[in-house]
T-cell receptor, first 112, second 116 residues
Framework: SQKIEQNSEALNIQEGKTATLTCNYTNYSPAYLQWYRQDPGRGPVFLLLIRENEKEKRKERLKVTFDTTLKQSLFHITASQPADSATYLCALANTNAGKSTFGDGTTLTVKP | NAGVTQTPKFRILKIGQSMTLQCTQDMNHNYMYWYRQDPGMGLKLIYYSVGAGITDKGEVPNGYNVSRSTTEDFPLRLELAAPSQTSVYFC???????????????FGPGTRLTVL
């Protein structure tokens, strides 16, 4: 069956460092992968989308890589700030009506 | 634009009661989705719709029903509520890339449901 795994433990880092979150998948051939941010008590908010034929995407301090051979995506936040503290979800979708399968998320805490 | 709105924000139901969770989007998106999120977990797809009059089951559809009579609205119906349906419910919408959109899903603020 399809499976998505994100960092199993919460991630704690110091302000200014780079946070790296992982998303691994099995039994899936995604057309694209998305990363969302979720704050407590709120709905997820879209951050970045990367397609199967793309290796890397950047947006300000965010960078996403997508390796379809390793079946893995890495999500980087450079020069992290306490305001980056949140849960980050990865989601994979095939071409079937855009349905997405979400991972369980990784909770990131950036300490000042 | 208000984006995706959901009502109510909170609700407590007794076992066996029924209710409808409302979802409306004003972005003219074709696709709409219902997810549930249990504590510490990711989102599980309940039902989705690719347009008015068309709905399909997701990963966890049992105990729920949906309808899509308009582009804007996608209500989720719970019949005979059970404690296992205690969760936070999120509605989302998107516009597919194949039709000029971006595939990005826009989420509502959620409905926190407790079944006692």
């Amino acid at each position: 069956s399809q499976k998505i795994e994100q960092n199993s433990e919460a991630l704690n880092i110091q302000e200014g460092k780079t946070a790296t979150l992982t998303c691994n998948y099995t039994n899936y051939s995604p057309a694209y992968l998305q990363w969302y941010r979720q704050d407590p008590g709120r709905g997820p908010v879209f951050l970045l989308l990367i397609r199967e034929n793309e290796k890397e995407k950047r947006k300000e301090r965010l960078k996403v890589t997508f390796d379809t051979t390793l079946k893995q995506s890495l999500f980087h936040i450079t020069a992290s700030q306490p305001a980056d503290s949140a849960t980050y979800l990865c989601a994979l979708a095939n071409t079937n009506a855009g349905k997405s399968t979400f991972g369980d998320g990784t909770t990131l805490t950036v300490k000042p | 634009n208000a984006g995706v709105t959901q009502t109510p924000k909170f609700r407590i139901l007794k076992i066996g009661q029924s209710m409808t969770l409302q979802c409306t989007q004003d972005m003219n998106h074709n696709y709409m989705y219902w997810y549930r999120q249990d504590p510490g977990m990711g989102l599980k797809l309940i039902y989705y719709s690719v347009g008015a009059g068309i709905t399909d089951k997701g990963e966890v559809p049992n105990g729920y029903n949906v309808s899509r009579s308009t582009t804007e609205d996608f209500p989720l119906r719970l019949e005979l509520a059970a404690p296992s349906q205690t969760s936070v419910y999120f509605c989302a919408s998107s516009y597919p890339r194949g039709r000029g959109g971006s595939d990005t899903q826009y989420f509502g603020p959620g409905t926190r449901l407790t079944v006692l």
